[in-house]
């Protein structure tokens, strides 16, 4: 007899749709993202911390460059600012 026990090896084959569903994942992901930010020209969007009221942000920019056209998020202090045309 042997003194060497034989323990059998699993090898677990990689699937090709595995590699594959992962790659169209990514590309899933990549593109949603793409498509899902807008550009609008003129406008910025900020965010202030939650101590500073909408006044002061108001008086932290400059009128004759940029114009608060309404708050988007309060709970989050994210605004919608203009840049005006000269």
């Known amino acids: 007899?042997?003194?060497?026990c034989q323990i059998p090896?699993?090898?677990?084959?990689k699937h090709y749709k595995d590699g594959l569903m992962k790659k169209y994942l990514v590309?899933?992901?990549i593109t949603a993202g793409l498509i899902a930010q807008k550009y609008?020209?003129?406008?910025?969007?900020?965010?202030?911390?939650?101590?500073?009221?909408?006044n002061e942000l108001k008086?932290?920019?400059?009128?004759?460059?940029?114009?608060?056209?309404?708050?988007?998020m309060k709970r989050a202090n994210i605004y919608l600012i203009k840049v005006v045309d000269r």
Do not use: H
């Open 9 to 13: 090896i699993i090898i677990k084959k």
């Open 59 to 72: 008086i932290g920019l400059d009128m004759s460059q940029y114009q608060i056209v309404k708050p988007l």
């Open 1 to 4: 007899m042997s003194k060497f």
């Open 27 to 29: 590309i899933i992901l």
């Open 40 to 54: 609008v020209p003129g406008n910025i969007l900020i965010q202030s911390k939650t101590e500073v009221p909408m």
